[in-house]
């Protein structure tokens, strides 16, 4: 009992002098904090952000205005939520918004000296490369080999009739494809057993206690590293083979790794590129299998929609939907983006950004202070009243139409970034700098929907389903990526031509 006591004792004096220390350095105008009950003592607002996210922000967003600071974890967490917040959030200097500080969880599973644990320079040129690896060449050859992959898993997985869970399926599926296009047929050709689950193994460590904590020893974090140099032993093995064979045969994003040289002349090294292609491979799988899935969702649930796809697909292949797609079809699926564009819209992958700041800075009369982590919310903003109307919470895909697009405000949509960070069309890493809450992911926009769009018109072409649970499901924050809540059920049968 005299411990216990003397125990909280001391914790309630360390808490007391953290907070004088900082009440008396921080400037006085500091951002207003939100709260509600109830309020645990350096957990701050755990329970409400855990469990309701978006609503909780979107509360304190009505509550407090575009800028308000919630407490978490011993962290103080100011959000920016408006047209103008974004800008000042994506726009900012890195030497005012450091972006390397705010994903530190990256070294965890990408390793030392990859995008986010080196000096801004050479994050530039590894973010560059991507542009050299993903030209549009080579997605002349990709939407095939995404096509041949989706059938044969389809084919072997569903077969004619059944019923099984569309996230598990278009997991597995995009996973597939990412390691086919990016990864090289070597690694393909070993993906399955003990290699998946080593994927697995690094997938499971993007949990929300990473990201506050990345060095708190913990069973997903040890699977983490040992899965991490199993891949690097295994990549190793592959480039030597092919440096043996003196061959210039291989097409895949691999090979530019191997050959890439920075400005200075050095060639990356191992555990560079592991790290590059983990992140890589990741990225490309997370984003397309929780944006496809939730995309289904909504056209299960939207038969108009639904059909105005399945009119553009018969539109683009001239009535014969058995046969197979060419990458100008893929780039003509105009109906197909704007449902893409709405489901990311509602279902932005990652839910927060963030960026620590390095020194004072002002907003709206409020001065943020150093050491303070600063977000933006797609997941919350996106779907604000004031930045996307009334109907901001239900599916419309006509927010797309060219007219209506002119009319949208400024750094409203946000699902990959904006601004400096914003991932453009041409490069893929599923790690660019903005689109993931971990900062080293953000699915280059033209594999993404490259991948998605081949993947999901096959499925829509070649199988009838239906959505056994009849409901769009609720979102599943527990973990970085934001995924349906499984099982996401589906009926199907198999389309004969």
């Given amino acids: 009992m005299g411990l216990t006591l003397y125990l909280a004792a001391t914790i309630s004096i360390l808490l007391f002098v953290n907070w004088f220390k900082e009440w008396v350095t921080r400037p006085k105008n500091v951002p207003p904090v939100y709260s509600e009950f109830p309020y645990i003592p350096w957990l701050g607002s755990i329970v409400q952000f855990a469990i309701q996210p978006r609503e909780f922000l979107q509360r304190a967003h009505a509550a407090m205005g575009d800028i308000f600071t919630i407490n978490l974890f011993g962290w103080s967490m100011t959000f920016l939520m408006s047209s103008e917040g974004h800008d000042q959030f994506f726009m900012g200097k890195e030497d005012t918004y450091d972006i390397r500080e705010a994903y530190k969880c990256t070294v965890v599973t990408f390793g030392e000296g990859v995008v986010y644990d080196c000096p801004v320079k050479k994050m530039g040129e590894q973010l560059g490369i991507l542009k050299v690896g993903l030209t549009h060449d080579k997605f002349l050859s990709y939407v095939p080999a995404i096509q041949q992959e989706a059938s044969d898993y389809f084919d072997a997985k569903w077969g004619d009739a059944g019923e099984g869970c569309l996230f598990e399926a278009l997991s597995e599926v995009f996973t597939l494809t ?182 004072p800075t002002e907003y709206k009369g409020y001065v943020i202070p150093p050491g303070r982590m600063v977000s933006v919310s797609p997941g919350a903003a996106q779907r604000l009243p004031s930045l996307w109307g009334d109907n901001a919470d239900e599916f419309d895909p006509m927010r797309w139409e060219p007219n209506a697009v002119k009319e949208h405000k400024r750094s409203a949509w946000i699902p990959f970034g904006g601004g400096r960070h914003q991932c453009s069309g041409e490069i893929h890493i599923s790690v660019a700098t903005d689109c993931f809450l971990i900062g080293c ?41 934001v995924a349906p809540t499984a099982p996401v059920t589906v009926r199907y049968k198999r389309i004969k031509y």
């Fill in 178 to 359: 990412s390691a086919r296009c990016l990864l090289g047929p070597e690694i393909r050709a070993r993906w399955s057993g003990e290699f998946a689950k080593m994927y697995m193994d690094l997938d499971h460590s993007f949990i929300p206690i990473m990201f506050f904590f990345p060095n708190l020893p913990n069973p997903s974090r040890s699977k983490c590293l040992n899965a991490r140099v199993a891949f690097e032993k295994i990549f190793t093995e592959v480039i030597e083979q092919r440096r043996k064979e003196h061959e210039g045969s291989y097409d895949d994003f691999l090979q530019v790794l191997m050959e890439t040289k920075y400005k200075d002349g050095k060639s990356l090294t191992m555990k560079e590129i592991t790290g590059i292609m983990v992140a890589t491979l990741l990225g490309g799988q997370h984003t397309s299998n929780v944006t496809g899935t939730w995309a289904m969702c909504h056209l299960f649930k939207d038969k108009e929609w639904w059909d105005n796809v399945m009119s553009e697909q018969r539109s683009l292949l001239g009535g014969d939907l058995g046969q197979d797609l060419v990458m100008e079809d893929v780039e003509a699926m105009v109906e197909f983006d704007k449902v893409l564009n709405e489901t990311l819209r509602l279902h932005p992958p990652f839910f927060q950004l963030a960026r620590v700041t390095t020194k």
């Fill in 441 to 481: 992911y953000c699915a280059g926009r033209k594999f993404a929907t490259t991948s998605l769009k081949t993947v999901l018109s096959w499925l829509m072409r070649n199988y009838e389903m239906e959505f056994v649970i009849d409901k769009i499901p609720k979102e599943d924050y527990t973990t970085m990526v």
